[in-house]
């Protein structure tokens, strides 16, 4: 039996007090070995996905019972193959993600594993890297005194969040302990790029050359723990047109013809989520979402518990996730705003896991870049900055429309911005909270106001398809509980007995934490907050004060601005 290296990372993880405590040790590695590899830059989009990919392929996703013996459970895939990471999560169940060191080796592990024999059922023999650990002789793996070290996959509630948030020193420390609470950790981004390539494996039966690729808020740098996993099904590998002239002869294949490519893209989308539906192990719930803008099948990954939006021919929205991505990775207060001002407005209502009206985690993350690219001086550049920083590897036209920007983020000079989060968080709600909504678009790739082109209630231009509002489907109802809810909030963070560390106990909301109690922002009135602040801000407010004249500390009375 040999000795694989793996032991060594075993016996530093299982004295690791907590399953946090080896999530962080992975996260340190990885960092680490980011900053070897890079002296101190940070990687492209690209290169980031395409190390992912890699990394995932070369893994496993395996069910274990949940007394399972990790040292046990090791030897075992260790006899077949070099494992170089592991983590255990639950999800309906116990599970592990195990990356082998070679592709090899999970071939070799997948060697010893059989298809099972069901009595009252009949098995699709569809085989996949989503495998159970089985054992024959009762107890052979598991060891009832040793209890797995489980890595979490969702993020604290904001009851818990608000209570960490008290005890921070200052607003921007806050800001910054919200975006660590709910940031994807690095075992979350490894699970999302191995259910991509396990759901990969299912299309290329049909095509062999196809990649899945993650989108969004899983690779956008802005994934909250819990975000859905939006995949595009990319056939730009396969649908090569330029003939092959061989001497005076050339072959082409014989293909269908569809009306359109949004036709072609319905008919492949139905059939690979056929495949999913009837053969992909751990997928159920599929629904077809064909007739959409842009056509989609939804459905669950239970191993992993992602709510999965598989779309093809959507390579612009690739694009925008990477200008988000490169957006925050250029000035860290980018990520801490966004995820905070996304926080609030989930709390406070104005954005909903059901679909509808109300604005959406992108359409905020839009408002928040335009906001920076606003101040003075900016934060981030402009898109059309960014475009001409631009190399000539960095061309890229999709669907006819330019979607070039720089991609070596070294190239992006830091800007002279030296504002505080605390600084910005205010100013984001007297931006938005003063804002006219009624002339005006926002339109990042200038980074100026524009006038509005039609007559949306809220109009964000889609930076790539010039002639798409990225918030079409929000109502003059919701976009007016945003206007209020940003006037209440920027009142209430000017408020003395708010903005400051307030109490020794840490238990009475202070700054960010104030903010994210909910608030009652009535949809139709149009008297102005400042005349009629909301009971609920009032109640906080007596408690505040109450709790400082306890601590003897003074209150000062400021009036609404
Ligand atoms: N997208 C777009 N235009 C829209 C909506 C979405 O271009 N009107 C693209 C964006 O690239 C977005 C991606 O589709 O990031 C996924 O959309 P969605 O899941 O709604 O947003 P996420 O950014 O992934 O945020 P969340 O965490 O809420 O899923
Ligand atoms: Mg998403």
């Not at 294949?253 to 539906?277: F, H, P």
């Not at 490169?326 to 406070?348: H, I, K, N, P, T």
């Amino acid at each position: 039996l040999r000795r694989p290296a793996v032991f060594k990372r075993l016996y530093r993880l299982q004295y690791c007090s907590s399953a946090r405590a080896c999530a962080k040790n992975v996260a340190a590695e990885t960092e680490l070995s980011v900053k070897k590899e890079h002296c101190g830059g940070k990687k492209s989009f690209h290169k980031v996905l395409e190390e992912r990919k890699e990394e995932a392929e070369r893994s496993l996703l395996i069910s274990c019972p949940s007394n399972t013996c990790e040292k046990t459970f090791l030897q075992h895939l260790s006899r077949r193959g070099d494992v170089k990471k592991y983590f255990f999560y639950e999800s309906f169940g116990t599970y592990a993600v195990v990356e082998f060191a070679k592709k090899e080796d999970v071939l070799s592990i997948l060697e010893t594993a059989s298809i099972p024999y069901l009595q009252h059922e009949a098995a699709v023999p569809f085989k996949s890297r989503l495998l159970s650990l089985k054992t024959d002789k009762l107890g052979n793996m598991s060891n009832p005194r040793s209890s797995l070290q489980l890595s979490s996959q969702t993020s604290v509630s904001v009851n818990d969040l608000i209570k960490k948030l008290n005890k921070g020193y200052s607003i921007d420390q806050q800001l910054h302990l919200l975006t660590e609470a709910f940031q994807l950790t690095e075992e979350n981004i490894r699970l999302r790029f191995l259910v991509c390539s396990l759901l990969r494996d299912i299309a290329a039966s049909y095509f062999p050359e196809c990649d899945i690729k993650p989108f969004g808020s899983s690779v956008n740098g802005f994934g909250k723990l819990g975000c859905d996993l939006d995949l595009f099904l990319d056939l730009d590998g396969i649908s090569e047109t330029t003939p092959k002239q061989v001497g005076s002869y050339s072959l082409e294949y014989q293909v269908k013809r569809k009306s359109t490519e949004r036709a072609a893209t319905q008919s492949i989308l139905s059939v690979i989520g056929e495949c999913i539906d009837q053969f992909g192990p751990g997928c159920v719930g599929l629904q077809k979402i064909l007739n959409a803008r842009c056509p989609l099948v939804r459905f669950s990954h239970q191993p992993s518990g992602f709510q999965c939006d598989l779309t093809a021919n959507n390579r612009v929205a690739i694009k925008s996730s990477e200008l988000l991505y490169l957006y925050g990775q250029l000035d860290e207060r980018v990520r801490a705003l966004v995820f905070s001002v996304r926080c609030w407005a989930r709390v406070q209502g104005i954005t909903s896991n059901i679909p509808g009206a109300w604005l959406t985690n992108f359409t905020l993350t839009m408002m928040v870049v335009f906001f920076l690219q606003k101040r003075s001086p900016p934060m981030i550049p402009t898109l059309d900055h960014l475009q001409k920083l631009a190399g000539p590897m960095d061309k890229s036209v999709m669907d006819g429309n330019d979607c070039t920007f720089v991609s070596d983020l070294t190239k992006v000079s830091v800007q002279n911005n030296t504002e505080s989060l605390e600084h910005l968080l205010l100013g984001f709600f007297e931006f938005y909270g003063n804002f006219d909504f009624n002339k005006l678009s926002i339109d990042i790739r200038k980074g100026k106001e524009q006038t509005k082109p039609e007559a949306s209630p809220l109009h964000i231009q889609n930076p790539f398809q010039l002639s798409l509002n990225v918030s079409k489907n929000v109502n003059t109802k919701q976009l007016q509980r945003f206007v209020l809810l940003c006037q209440e909030s920027a009142w209430l963070a000017q408020q003395k007995a708010v903005a400051q560390p307030n109490n020794a106990t840490g238990d009475v909301p202070w700054g960010l934490a104030a903010l994210l109690l909910p608030m009652t922002a009535p949809a139709q009135s149009k008297k102005k907050r400042r005349d009629s602040p909301a009971s609920r801000i009032k109640d906080l407010l007596e408690s505040l004060k109450s709790s400082k004249s306890k601590d003897g500390s003074n209150v000062e009375k400021s009036s609404p601005k």
